[in-house]
Nanobody, 126 residues
């Protein structure tokens, strides 16, 4: 499975962005998907995850209530809707997937995922 994240850009604090993660294969519907981010000079961190059927999601405390993950398996796409953005949300955001029936809280670590896409840069200005 090849993943491609897109939708990043420059936004002012308090603004919103929606990122997309598109997969290359129909079997994507059998994959849980996670979003991670890496800020300059920092390690990559978990943002959120969604189960393969979209019914279960989990988020890092830092984004809970502001970010929402959803998916459209007919389009092989997972979305990360980001609202009330803060300068500290500035990072390269990447999506990852793995074929599994597991859901959160099991899928919050990088090694839980087998497939990774290139990231998309989100910059939040103050």
């Amino acid at each position: 499975v090849q993943l491609q994240a897109s939708g990043g850009g420059l936004v002012r604090a308090g603004g919103s962005l929606r990122l997309s993660c598109v997969a290359s294969r129909r079997a994507f519907s059998e994959h849980a998907v996670g979003w991670f981010r890496q800020a300059p000079g920092k390690e990559r961190e978990f943002v959120g995850t969604i189960s393969r059927n979209g019914k279960n999601t989990a988020y890092a405390d830092s984004v809970k209530g502001r970010f929402t993950i959803s998916r459209d398996n007919a389009k092989n796409t997972v979305y990360l809707q980001m609202t009330s953005l803060k300068p500290e949300d500035t990072a390269v955001y990447s999506c990852a997937s793995t074929r599994t029936i597991l859901t959160a809280p099991h899928l919050t670590r990088e090694y839980d995922y087998n497939y990774w896409g290139q990231g998309t840069l989100v910059t939040v200005s103050s």
